[in-house]
């Protein structure tokens, strides 16, 4: 081993105390779930990805926000660097993203993930730029469900009279009165204090978030009606983005992708595993749903949804299929 003479030692010393620390920029990505739930894993593997492809060159800072619109919001005015939401209140912001709210328009993940995959999910996230906001990625929520605390609903006209909390989502508010029930759109900040106080019976929601959430704690049953595909994005301001040289913006959309696989793979694991949990958590849950049923009670719905909404897109996303 080579001894390096004592002078050599304090320069290096000298050298390294006063260079300057490596000029680390901070991204700050906000989501409305706990850190161990289906968006949490998305932005730990963004967070990942960024810090190992830069060399440490960015710190991506995850921060906890239930309050979704709120959060949008903040991405436009540019006081937030980026924020994962499911498409929520998104149509409010850039209104052609609600053709993807449509109750029982996907038929399984494998249709959604490909849709939103396909050139019709980039021409939606393009939507976004002269909104002032950018549509980095396509995330996943999940396949909503309904829980609630009256009784269990086996059919339509068992959700007749239910109060329910839905997003601040007109498609969806449309569906559930349609339905007959009393929709009641809130920002999930509010969800469980409404639901323990009684301000509604209801809310639905995909397995991973009533999982994450406990919200079994404060409803008793669970239907699987699985009544419409909850797509979720990661949403960050433009001028942000632009900030960033042209090389840690690839990183910046690879890491993106990186979130992608492991927020749908993590939606996967627990749409495997979170019904018998809930089960065990002690939900009443039915599992035989004659979505037919649902869908027919909703028809009027549907007939507005062609007239008010991208009808061509509705019918070309419906009759979406794989490339065999
Ligand atoms: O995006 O508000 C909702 O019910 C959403 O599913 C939740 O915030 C996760």
């Not at 309050?67 to 949008?72: D, G, L, P, Q, S």
């Not at 409010?92 to 328009?105: K, Q, S, T």
């Not at 730029?129 to 059919?155: C, D, I, K, Q, Y």
Request: glycine share 8%; proline share 5%; with cysteine.
């Amino acid at each position: 081993m080579q001894i390096i003479p004592r002078l050599a030692l304090g320069a290096l010393l000298a050298a390294a105390l006063t260079a300057p620390a490596l000029a680390q920029t901070e991204i700050t990505v906000q989501h409305p779930l706990p850190l161990q739930s289906h968006y949490g894993a998305g932005a730990t593997a963004l967070k990942e990805a960024l810090e190992r492809a830069t060399g440490g060159r960015y710190r991506v800072t995850i921060q906890r926000n239930d309050n979704e619109r709120e959060m949008i919001e903040s991405v436009q005015i540019g006081t937030l660097d980026c924020t994962i939401t499911s498409t929520g209140p998104v149509g409010n912001f850039v209104p052609a993203v609600r053709v993807v709210d449509v109750p029982f328009l996907f038929r399984d993940y494998a249709h959604a993930r490909g849709v939103l995959d396909s050139e019709i999910g980039q021409q939606l996230l393009g939507q976004f730029t002269p909104r002032g906001l950018t549509g980095v990625v396509w995330l996943e929520n999940g396949f909503r469900h309904l829980t609630n605390s009256r009784h269990a609903v086996n059919s339509p006209d068992d959700i007749r009279g239910l109060k329910v909390r839905t997003m601040e989502n007109p498609v969806h508010m449309r569906a559930f009165r349609a339905l007959g029930a009393l929709p009641t759109p809130m920002a999930f900040s509010e969800l469980v204090p409404a639901l323990q106080q009684g301000t509604v019976d209801g809310q639905e929601n995909p397995i991973p978030v009533i999982v994450a959430n406990n919200l079994n704690q404060v409803q008793r049953f669970l239907t699987l009606t699985g009544h419409v595909y909850s797509p979720a994005l990661l949403i960050c301001n433009p001028a942000m983005l632009q900030r960033l040289a042209a090389a840690d913006r690839t990183a910046f959309q690879a890491a993106a992708v990186a979130a992608q696989r492991a927020n749908r793979d993590r939606v996967t694991a627990d749409e495997n595993t979170g019904v018998e949990e809930l089960r065990r958590r002690g939900m009443t849950v039915t599992t035989e749903v004659d979505r037919g049923r649902f869908q027919t009670a909703l028809a009027a719905a549907f007939a507005q949804y062609e007239r008010e909404l991208d009808g061509a897109l509705l019918r070309r996303i419906r009759d979406w299929r794989a490339a065999q």
